[in-house]
């Protein structure tokens, strides 16, 4: 008898995760931009994460591929950012990026935490287009302090 409560507990665990993994792919596939994004400054156990971000009004969120989490990974709030640098895929990131690749490196504030983070984001040269055109319009301070929260 116990043996089958256990073979219930850990079938209903397994389907609950699978629940989880199932929401979070619908969640990522539904709309965003396909990115490369890796924490700063990277030491030898920091890769690069495949997965989506999504930048709408006032923020920048990553929604990692391999992760069950069902929030972003990382959210940042936009008038926080600021790109410190870009360049070309360098030596052995040319095995995850193509030539046409961007890498951008960011600082900005993340959301729930306030704490200033620093990443490498790695996108197609199209989507950085983009994504510059949406860091270079945020409004400015001075005309978000009128607006009501």
Do not use: C, N
């Not at 156990?45 to 591929?65: A, N, P």
């Not at 306030?114 to 490498?120: C, D, K, P, W």
């Not at 950085?128 to 009128?146: K, N, Q």
Request: net charge positive.
């Amino acid at each position: 008898m116990t043996e089958e409560i256990a073979v219930i507990a850990v079938l209903v665990i397994l389907a609950a995760l699978a629940g989880v993994a199932l929401f979070r792919v619908r969640k990522i596939r539904g709309a965003g931009t396909p990115a490369i994004l890796r924490k700063m400054p990277a030491g030898p156990g920091d890769r690069w994460r495949h997965g989506v971000i999504r930048y709408g009004e006032g923020s920048l969120v990553f929604y990692q591929l391999t992760s069950i989490r069902p929030g972003p990974d990382v959210h940042m709030d936009r008038q926080t950012i600021e790109v410190i640098a870009r360049r070309r895929p360098m030596d052995s990131e040319h095995d995850l990026m193509s030539d046409a690749t961007v890498v951008t490196e960011i600082r900005g504030e993340l959301i729930g935490g306030g704490q200033t983070r620093v990443l490498e984001i790695a996108m197609e040269s199209g989507a950085f287009t983009a994504f510059m055109s949406w860091v270079e319009s945020r409004p400015s301070g001075r005309s978000l302090r009128g607006r009501p929260s």
